[in-house]
């Protein structure tokens, strides 16, 4: 059974953030936890319809268009975001594909879109991003990653090696922002099973779903899906300014997954 994390309205008050792939799973409850914690989001996501309900329903949010792999799009929703809040405070690059595929079943389409999605579209949130967090005199990049960045994933050839990626990308950023003296701290988040939209489409594609299920939570010390809200209480600690000293590290939260 999970607990809550305790809400005081607080941890993130006068912050302005920036959340892709906020219409749903991870970044949906990113978004509900940073807003009552007082922070002001842009809710950036491709589903139009699912992200403006988001951010009706968090109240101190609005909406932005922002396919993740285009790079004018991202100029002009950061640039949107920064005059609507007067500045960027912390961006959670978030969006997401999976392909559940071997290294020789993955076409190079599927191997190019998984990647341009989940590298691409993280490179691109870091790189235009930074100026406007430069200019608010510093702040935080979350980027999440997966225990397929860390661990071997079988059938996920694109995935993992996307997510390891974004795992090697982020310390890189870490480093090159501090060694330039920018008070901009980058981590990245390393989930395993969680129950969101994502888990769902990958369960759906296979003929005994509940057997599926089952096996993953199997390879699971803790012996259960994760809840959003978890990632979500982690990625606030990151957000915050209690994490001002964290900067170029990785964060499994993983039920024990990369332990074992």
């Keep these: 059974m999970t607990q809550s994390v305790e809400v005081t309205g607080r941890r993130l008050a006068g912050k302005c953030c920036f959340i892709t792939g906020a219409a749903s799973g991870l970044g949906k409850a990113m978004a509900t936890a940073f ?4 922070a002001q989001i842009a809710v950036a996501d491709r589903d139009v319809e699912a992200g403006r309900a988001v951010a009706a329903t968090i109240g101190n949010g609005f909406f932005i268009s922002l396919d993740v792999t285009d790079e004018t799009q991202w100029t002009v929703a950061l640039g949107a975001a920064v005059r609507a809040m007067g500045r960027l405070d912390v961006l ?7 392909a559940s595929r071997s290294i020789e079943d993955t076409t190079l389409d599927e191997w190019r879109f998984v990647n341009s999605v989940n590298v691409e579209g993280t ?27 860390i661990t071997a994933a079988p059938m996920m050839a694109a995935y ?10 982020t310390k890189t950023v870490a480093i090159e ?3 330039k003296g920018d008070q901009i ?5 390393h989930p395993v099973f969680f129950q969101t939209p994502m888990l769902d489409s990958m369960v759906a ?12 939570q199997g390879t699971v010390p803790l012996g259960r899906f994760g809840q959003p809200e978890e990632v979500a209480a982690m990625a606030l ?3 915050s300014d209690e994490a001002k000293f964290v900067t170029g590290a990785e964060f499994a939260i993983d039920g024990g997954f990369t332990a074992a």
């Design 123 to 149: 490179f691109l949130g870091c790189k235009h991003a930074i100026p406007h967090l430069r200019a608010s005199g510093g702040g935080a990049i979350i980027n999440i990653s997966s225990v397929a960045g």
């Design 160 to 169: 993992s090696a996307s997510k390891g990626a974004v795992r090697a990308l």
């Design 35 to 38: 807003a009552a914690e007082g």
């Design 185 to 189: 701290r980058c981590n990245s988040i």
């Design 205 to 216: 594609t296979v003929r005994d779903p509940d057997r599926f299920r089952s096996g993953l």
């Design 237 to 239: 600690y990151l957000a």
């Design 177 to 179: 922002l501090a060694r």
């Design 92 to 98: 959670v690059n978030n969006a997401g594909v999976v």
